[in-house]
Nanobody, 115 residues
Framework: QVQLVESGGGLVQAGGSLRLSCAAS????????MGWYRQAPGKQRELVAL???????NYADSVKGRFTISRDNAKNTEYLQMDSLKPEDTAVYYC?????????WGQGTQVTVSS
């Protein structure tokens, strides 16, 4: 079993920054993909960014150039550095881990950007 615990959400003004963390524990294999998704009220959950265990990354167009995903494989932890935040970034952000065709989700952390 795998557990994911997010931290770092909060309230920030537009133009500000936040850093999210997600610590994975349990049966973690060396090859996996971690990611961040978000869900705003009344909208579907959407991909924000992905990072493989080899360090390859992928970003949603809406966050390119503003968000940076990274990971520390030794700690089984991923991060999402969010800069130049906009009100439309307001959402619950979820950590995700995919390994051996199974995916796991964190409980989510609220990010609120005020204008």
């Amino acid at each position: 079993q795998v557990q994911l615990v997010e931290s770092g959400g909060g309230l920030v003004q537009a133009g500000g920054s936040l850093r999210l963390s997600c610590a994975a524990s349990g049966s973690i294999f060396s090859t996996n993909t971690m990611g961040w998704y978000r869900q705003a009220p009344g909208k579907q959950r959407e991909l924000v960014a992905l990072i493989t265990s080899g360090g390859s990354t992928n970003y949603a167009d809406s966050v390119k150039g503003r968000f940076t995903i990274s990971r520390d494989n030794a700690k089984n932890t991923e991060y999402l550095q969010m800069d130049s935040l906009k009100p439309e970034d307001t959402a619950v952000y979820y950590c995700n881990l995919v390994q051996r065709l199974r995916d796991y989700w964190g409980q989510g952390t609220q990010v609120t950007v005020s204008s």
